[in-house]
């Protein structure tokens, strides 16, 4: 199939930025290690890594010990014996209650570090005094953003003279989860250890922490209410010789924590899943150190191996090691944080890919050579002459080989390209085109002679000789880009072809000829009389009807020597030589005949009209298109004149009187090539139009641009913000008529809706649809 050519991407694809792209990365592999030591460091990957260890969890769930019971000031012991704070009494009859059962230690996760009524804390003081294996709160929870310094906040004297302490401070994170625990600090200079560890009866060392093994099941920690308690509803039994931790359990109490894998929970059960972990083990904790240098290791060992295949099995396998075995070690109270290995891992596996599909984007799979994207890319070539060659029967020949022999053909072709010049870097397109630099001042007319005679013997591919019909085009070298000078060397090759020549110049200066410039003003107004000069219509789709409500007149010109002159060319031509009147008036009146044609039949029908920013200086325009939409019978209301949205933005106000004049007789008016100029929403109130025209170069590139997707989407929010209609121009295929669906847009036109037609054609659908329609 043949190539086209067409901007590509920019990179660079000369031999020795291909070599690059496939060197071993280890500049890569340097700077991502940097990233992913900055990334332990500080701690970015902290979300994902609560998230993994929650999700390892769930692979090894274990009960508690059944050691240590929890009895819950909770929301209906608030409710039946007093509201918070309680009366301190009550706090010393729920000691004697639970030591009365035969308790081994009891634990007070209250603060008393306030004095209350001399009655109460004389009854709590000599309760705790005579049970004597009390053991006292020390300091309330900090939040993630204090100091870990901790302040004094011992009981009162009272209290503490016969009972034990324990720290109830830890940090919570961003969603109120505490990961770790503190072993002791030091207040006062005394030693103080953690409700876990004293729970636990373990020692640790000042200010150090440890991790929590949430794969402790919450709901396995025995738990009472103080109520149930008080009242003798929790028999003895239940907490003879167990360690008993005395909390709140309300949530208006306002010590909730999240508990990772169960949810919210009280602080009481985070001492007490602390206490569990301890009892099981003193745990390790590795930090992210190793997993860094694993996935370092693992990532430079990847980086060695030459198939994309088993560099993609090595980073995949290291992947899994880094989130299934932290699970079998976390068993064993052994953890360590993965997230900057993975991390790691990754950013080298993603840019590995990337390079290789950028390469392969690149590079034509036949020959390995570099294709025509490639080429578009190469910023030297902007200095350098360009040669394509084109093989003229290519196609043909290749539809008579086997599958296979393709390749051996297209061998033989670069073989004799690079005759004379072994090291020639050629590029390599579908369809026989074959491309190539060389220096703007080389004497290559020869050389291209040489070659073509060289193409003039046979190729011998499966055992056939086969003629190869080449013909080769030059351009020399100009300011335009890659894109436009390869297609005019193409260009060159076939007219080339098309003379019989064995190559040609193509010049950029000889685009236009002047004396044609000269006279092609004079020759447009008789084109016109002659009948060179019609009209062409392109329907517009209303989206959502999905109907054919209108089209768009556009002039064309069939020039009898010339062929087809491009409508950009004379229309842009008469505009700046001021000769536009005559071909708008033309148009006009083609239109508006066809448009009133059309509506005669029962079809609710409008014609678009191009508008030149000079018509609207012109006094007389609006009596002749009155007259004229009287003498075709046809209403207003079914013509819409399109004004680029400079010329209607940079008009002067005799200029936006005209368009009033317009919209006041109930001709539509639209702002064609919306977003190629300068409007602001307060110029778009000041213009009287009722239709904004979206330019088709954001239309296209909308499936693939995700800015242009945006303009288009926000232009229709506005328009439909000030009671306008969209239409949007440029819709090539259905993904684009997809997204405008979507988007609400109201009108599409493009080479998906239907290309630009006669007038009989353009009728005969019409028809046709409403046929399609009743039926």
Request: charged share 20%; glycine share 8%; hydrophobic share 45%.
């Amino acid at each position: 199939m043949r190539e086209h050519p067409r901007e590509g991407s920019k990179a660079p694809v000369s031999k020795r930025a291909r070599q690059g792209l496939e060197k071993k990365p280890w500049k890569l592999l340097l700077w991502t290690a940097l990233a992913g030591l900055i990334f332990g460091l500080i701690g970015f990957g902290e979300v994902a890594e609560d998230w993994l260890r929650m999700a390892r969890n769930g692979f090894h769930p274990h009960r508690a010990s059944g050691d240590i019971v929890l009895v819950l000031i909770d929301d209906q012991s608030l409710r039946q014996i007093s509201n918070w704070p309680w009366p301190r009494r009550q706090d010393a009859a729920l000691i004697d209650r639970v030591a009365q059962s035969g308790a081994k230690r009891i634990f007070l996760d209250i603060n008393l570090s306030f004095p209350s009524t001399h009655e109460d804390d004389t009854a709590l003081a000599e309760t705790i005094a005579r049970t004597r294996r009390v053991t006292l709160f020390a300091r309330s929870r900090v939040g993630a953003a204090e100091s870990a310094r901790h302040i004094d906040g011992r009981p009162l004297p009272i209290f503490a003279r016969n009972s034990g302490l324990a720290l109830a401070t830890f940090h919570y994170n961003y969603e109120n989860a505490v990961w770790r625990l503190p072993w002791s600090a030091s207040i006062a200079g005394q030693k103080v250890p953690s409700f876990a560890s004293a729970l636990a009866n373990s020692d640790g060392p000042v200010d150090a922490t440890f991790p929590v093994d949430y794969s402790i099941e919450v709901g396995s920690i025995p738990a009472y209410s103080a109520l149930d308690v008080l009242s003798g509803r929790v028999s003895s039994k239940q907490l003879a010789g167990k360690q008993v931790l005395i909390g709140t359990g309300s949530e208006i109490l306002n010590d909730n924590f999240f508990i990772p894998g169960y949810g919210r929970g009280f602080g009481v059960y985070v001492h007490a899943l602390g206490a569990e972990t301890l009892k099981n083990g003193r745990p390790v904790d590795l930090g992210w150190g190793i997993s860094l240098l694993f996935g370092i290791a693992a990532a430079a060992l990847a980086v060695q191996r030459k198939k994309i295949v088993e560099r993609l099995t090595v980073f995949a396998g290291a992947v899994s090691a880094l989130l299934i075995v932290p699970g079998f070690l976390e068993a064993h109270l052994i953890f360590a944080d993965v997230t900057p290995g993975i991390f790691v891992l990754l950013v080298v596996a993603s840019v590995l890919v990337w390079r290789r599909y950028r390469v392969r984007g690149l590079v034509n799979p036949l020959s390995n050579l570099p294709n025509l994207s490639a080429l578009r890319g190469n910023p030297d070539g902007r200095k350098q002459a360009l040669i394509a060659a084109r093989i003229l029967n290519y196609e043909e020949i290749v539809a008579t080989l086997t599958p296979n022999s393709e390749q051996q053909l297209v061998d033989q072709i670069i073989s004799r390209l690079r005759v004379g010049a072994p090291k020639r870097v050629l590029y390599q397109g579908d369809g026989g085109i074959f491309a190539w630099f060389e220096e703007p001042n080389a004497p290559f007319g020869n050389h291209l002679d040489a070659l073509y005679s060289l193409f003039r013997n046979p190729a011998r591919v499966g055992g056939l000789q086969l003629d190869l019909a080449i013909a080769f085009g030059v351009e020399v070298g100009s300011s335009r880009s890659l894109a436009n000078r390869l297609a005019s060397a193409l260009v060159a090759a076939e007219e080339a072809a098309h003379d019989g020549l064995k190559w040609k110049y193509h010049d950029p200066d000889s685009l236009q000829d002047a004396s044609w410039k000269l006279s092609m003003l004079s020759q447009l107004d008789s084109a016109i009389d002659r009948g060179e000069v019609w009209v062409a219509y392109q329907p517009k789709l209303d989206i959502a009807t999905k109907r054919m409500t209108g089209a768009e007149a556009l002039a064309r010109w069939t020039h009898p020597e010339k062929g087809p002159i491009a409508a950009s060319e004379f229309v842009a031509a008469a505009e700046q030589h001021n000769r536009i009147g005559k071909l708008t008036d033309f148009v006009l009146e083609k239109a508006v005949a066809a448009a009133a044609q059309i509506n005669k039949r029962g079809v609710d029908f409008e014609i678009a009209v191009n508008l030149s920013a000079r018509i609207l200086t012109d006094k007389g325009f609006t009596l002749r298109l009155s007259a004229l939409l009287a003498r075709h019978s046809l209403s207003a209301r079914h013509l819409t004149l399109e004004l680029t949205e400079t010329a209607a933005l940079a008009g002067s106000g005799e200029a936006l009187d005209m368009i009033t004049r317009l919209r006041d007789l109930g001709i539509n008016i639209a702002i064609d090539d919306y977003g190629t100029g300068l409007s602001t929403l307060e110029y778009l109130k000041k213009i009287p139009a009722n239709e904004i025209k979206i330019d088709q170069s954001f239309v296209k590139g909308m499936v693939d641009n995700r800015s242009d997707r945006l303009m288009v989407q926000s232009t229709i929010g506005l328009a439909h913000s000030l009671g306008r209609r969209v239409v949007a121009e440029g819709v090539e295929h259905r993904e684009i008529l997809d997204l405008l669906v979507e988007m609400d847009c109201d009108v599409a036109q493009g080479f998906a809706i239907g290309r630009p037609t006669s007038l009989d054609s353009l009728i005969k659908r019409i028809l046709s649809d409403r046929k399609r329609s009743a039926a």
